[in-house]
């Protein structure tokens, strides 16, 4: 399936509604993390007006989900 083009805000709505929360802003980055099972999983996205495919692959791959999954919390 086909990565839509993202901007930074429907990005961070996805990843909300997983259990991810703001934790800090530097500059233009934006630092998400959620803890599970002990573990600290950290994801920073870039606060663009259009998120470039492939660091939207690596934000998808740093949250634990399948690009498939992530296309689900889209909808």
Do not use: C, W, Y
């Not at 909300?16 to 703001?22: A, H, L, M, T």
């Not at 934006?30 to 007006?49: A, E, M, Q």
Request: aromatic share 6%; charged share 25%; net charge positive.
């Amino acid at each position: 399936m086909k990565l839509p083009i993202l901007s930074a805000r429907e990005a961070l709505k996805a990843l909300n509604s997983i259990g991810f929360q703001i934790s800090r802003q530097s500059g233009s980055h934006i630092i998400l993390v959620k803890f599970v099972d002990g573990k600290k999983f950290t994801i920073v996205v870039p606060r663009h007006d259009e998120i470039a495919k492939g660091t939207l692959l690596s934000i998808i791959a740093q949250s634990g989900l399948s690009k498939e999954e992530f296309l689900r919390l889209l909808k």
